[in-house]
């Protein structure tokens, strides 16, 4: 079969694997090629068990792989022949030297700019995915266009909006796309190469354009908008605890102003995942570097005030448990940093699990699909922690339980069933307010639930 565009993704994780196979779907013209230096991943998604779990991705990899889409980790090949290079190799926070702990760790970024230009014998366009600082493109193309041979890059920012759990509907119904690329005549081509391919699928108004620098902050500044909202309902759910107001009906008040909207209002015991606190982080790293301390601090606040929450709830379990978990089995329901996902980075539970191991907690563990990287994120840790598939098991013999995800299976678990097998008085703390609270309380727990009125029977 014969393409007219070939495409290659370096970096097969969550944003790359799931992006590629949506377009190679939409675009059957496009040869879409995914590569990574991780031989066990490129394996896995060439295997029937893929290597994330997000709905619907299996169809859709199912439909593409072997007729347009294919995954290798042959890097140099897929290079050469590409027209058009998408990165989304991991950026994660420094951990070393100047920005540690804040600014974004470039060095996978880099090395894929040299390898890129080392392999090409002709221009291409060259995408940046990941999220990265701003300006990073700028120094991409420096490093790409410092070649003596004359080949010509064009390095376009087309930062990816999905959200893990629904990402294939996030790819195939957009919002909107957005590609930045400098303001020059070969910049704006670029731009355009890669909006038509987008608008096979996506509504031509939905295809953004902008200068590369809007387009890279855009992003920063879209999922810091976001985590501001669940750290501001976070933050009314600690003053509803306290004044008996409750954050639902509070929530619900508030979203139904058509400037507020009522979506991210949900209280939880915080927000997790691999974009929010990174990407703040950066914000935050980005405005002290051009000396803005004020802004610095007005987004920091925002992780600062979902680290208050997480702590807030490990608070709450140990002092109505009588100010003792020491030795008390307790149940995790979710490892997950939300339902839908096996993803783990950043989650609220690895927070709480190790608080309560702090307190010598005997933590249980359960999650339908996150229990393997919940293993792996907690073999640093010394005490009692245990993994266990089934929710009733976990709970058996336990003095708490706490909803840590909102998995659907949750919400319909036998409770007095648990209830019945759990040490009394048995305590329930609702992490994501998704049970009946009254019912349960009936069954005899005490309740807790987020930015509510407690259900204590003492
Ligand atoms: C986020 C952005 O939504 C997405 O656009 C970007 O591309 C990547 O970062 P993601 O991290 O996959 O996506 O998940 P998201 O649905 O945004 O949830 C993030 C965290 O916030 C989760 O822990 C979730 O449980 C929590 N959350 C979300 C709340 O606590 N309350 C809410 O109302 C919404
Ligand atoms: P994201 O959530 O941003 O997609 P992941 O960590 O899931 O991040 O995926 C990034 C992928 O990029 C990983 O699978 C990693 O092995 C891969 N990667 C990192 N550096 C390179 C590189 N130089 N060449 C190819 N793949 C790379």
């Not at 097969?12 to 031989?39: E, L, S």
């Not at 680290?307 to 490892?335: D, H, P, S």
Request: contains cysteine; negative net charge; glycine residues 6%.
């Amino acid at each position: 079969m014969s393409f007219d565009t070939r495409i290659l993704c370096i970096g097969a994780g969550y944003v790359g694997g799931p992006t590629m196979a949506v377009i190679a779907d939409r675009c059957p013209h496009v040869k879409v090629t995914v590569t990574d230096i991780n031989r066990q991943r490129i394996d896995a998604w060439n295997s029937n068990d893929l290597p994330i779990y997000e709905p619907g991705l299996d169809l859709v990899v199912g439909r593409a792989r072997g007729r347009n889409l294919f995954f290798t980790t042959d890097v140099a090949a897929g290079i050469r022949e590409a027209d058009i290079i998408f990165v989304s190799v991991n950026t994660p926070t420094k951990a070393f030297g100047e920005g540690a702990g804040k600014a974004a760790d470039l060095q996978y970024w880099e090395k894929t700019a040299r390898e890129i230009l080392a392999n090409s014998e002709r221009g291409k366009i060259v995408v940046e995915k990941s999220t990265l600082p701003v300006r990073t493109a700028d120094a991409m193309a420096r490093i790409l266009n410092s070649n003596s041979r004359g080949i010509r890059f064009e390095v376009l920012s087309n930062p990816e909006f999905l959200a893990e759990g629904t990402a294939v509907r996030d790819l195939e119904l957009p919002d909107r796309v957005l590609i930045g690329s400098e303001e020059t005549p070969g910049g704006i081509a670029a731009r355009r190469a890669v909006a038509d391919i987008y608008a096979t699928w996506v509504p031509r108004e939905r295809v953004l354009e902008a200068n590369v620098w809007s387009a890279e902050l855009s992003k920063l500044t879209a999922n810091a908008f976001l985590a501001q909202r669940i750290s501001s309902i976070n933050a009314m759910s600690a003053l509803c605890e306290k004044t008996e107001a409750d954050i639902d009906e509070v929530a619900h008040a508030i979203g139904t102003d058509s400037r507020i909207g009522p979506k991210f209002l949900k209280a939880s015991v915080g927000f997790g995942g691999s974009c929010f606190k990174k990407d703040i982080l950066n914000l935050v790293y980005i405005a002290e570097s051009y000396g803005l301390h004020e802004v610095a601090d007005y987004w920091e606040s925002v992780v600062r005030m979902n680290e208050w929450q997480e702590a807030r709830f490990v608070r709450t379990m140990l002092t109505n448990m009588f100010n003792t978990v020491a030795g008390k089995r307790i149940a995790l329901l979710g490892f997950a940093f939300k339902a839908d996902t096996g993803d783990t980075r950043e989650s609220p539970a690895d927070a709480v699990a190790r608080g309560l191991l702090a307190e010598r907690a005997h933590v249980v563990i359960s999650d339908p699909k996150a229990l393997a990287n919940a293993r792996r994120d907690l073999e640093d840790v010394t005490g009692q922690v245990e993994f266990e598939d089934d929710p009733y098991k976990a709970a058996a013999g336990a003095h708490a339980i706490a909803i840590m995800t909102e998995w659907s299976e949750y919400r319909t678990l036998d409770y007095n069933r648990i209830y019945a097998a759990m040490e009394k008085p048995a305590f329930l703390f609702d992490g994501r307010n998704i049970l009946d609270h009254r019912a349960l309380f009936d069954v005899g727990f005490n309740v807790f639930p987020i930015g509510k009125v407690a259900l204590k029977h003492f």
